[in-house]
């Protein structure tokens, strides 16, 4: 990665006062950046950790007291909001990436919100990015 100050490659460090650890660091300028930074996890006081759990276990159309479970989260809420927005993340890349000729329409389905469990929407555009079900105690 290259510090946004100089230009010059910065280093990943170890940084005890960071929830991850580790930060990056341009040793010439001494310019410090989150590893985190420009990324949708950059807001999250969760660990990365955590993070990654929450996302893959999403992606696994996992219920969202499994999702607590794996990722030592204490709070539903929090789940119910990861949850939330990274359908909302799926609807924004399915917006700027428009379908390919070979990818199954994805305006044929009923709600567009449907777009999410409709899984075969995703087969040819992304990796399989989670559920939506009517009965929202049970699913993302």
């Not at 010439?28 to 950790?49: A, E, I, N, Y």
Request: aromatic share 8%.
């Amino acid at each position: 990665m290259a510090c946004a100050a100089c230009g010059q490659p910065c280093s990943l460090v170890s940084h005890g006062g960071s929830i991850d650890g580790r930060r990056w660091r341009c040793r010439p300028c001494m310019t410090p950046k989150s590893v985190r930074d420009g990324s949708f996890f950059s807001g999250s006081h969760l660990s990365l950790r955590q993070l990654i759990l929450v996302v893959y276990c999403w992606a696994r159309d996992m219920r969202q007291t499994a999702i607590m479970h794996e990722a030592s989260l204490d709070s539903k809420h929090t789940v119910v909001d990861w949850c939330n927005f990274l359908r909302e993340e799926c609807e924004s890349w399915l917006t700027n990436h428009p379908q390919t000729e070979t990818a199954t329409p994805i305006w044929h389905v009923s709600h567009f919100v449907s777009i999410f469990s409709a899984r075969v929407c995703f087969l040819q555009q992304v990796p399989r990015l989670g559920h939506v079900s009517h009965n929202a105690e049970d699913n993302c």
